[in-house]
């Protein structure tokens, strides 16, 4: 089993920056790692996917803002979140995908609001 915690969120003004961090408990050196969001009422929604190769894919919405990427060595993820905007409010979770297996994060919050 491989453990994930999230940090990095938080309360940020429209406009503002934010970068998540997704730390594994093993290595995701082959691994497919994602970060996915979930606002209230919504269901879970990708936001943003790296392959074990580098390939990335990204929601429609967050295409040109958001950037993810990964620390092998540190077993780590990342998405950087820039030009955030009150749609984006939601909790952040990150996915681990390798094997078969997939794992969750408990969520980080994020809140863009004035």
């Known amino acids: 089993q491989v453990q994930l915690v999230e940090s990095g969120g938080g309360l940020v003004q429209p406009g503002g920056s934010l970068r998540l961090s997704c730390a594994a408990s093993?290595?995701?050196?082959?691994?497919?790692m994602g970060w996915y969001r979930q606002a209230p009422g919504k269901q879970r929604e990708l936001v943003a996917v790296?392959?074990?190769?580098?390939?990335?894919n990204y929601a429609d919405s967050v295409k040109g803002r958001f950037t993810i990427s990964r620390d092998n060595a540190k077993n780590t993820v990342y998405l950087q979140m820039n030009s955030l905007k009150p749609e984006d409010t939601a909790v952040y979770y990150c996915?681990?995908?390798?094997?078969?297996?997939?794992?969750w994060g408990q969520g980080t919050q994020v809140t863009v609001s004035s």
């Open positions: 996915n681990y995908d390798a094997h078969g297996l997939r794992f």
């Open positions: 790296m392959s074990s190769g580098g390939s990335t």
């Open positions: 093993g290595s995701i050196f082959r691994a497919i």
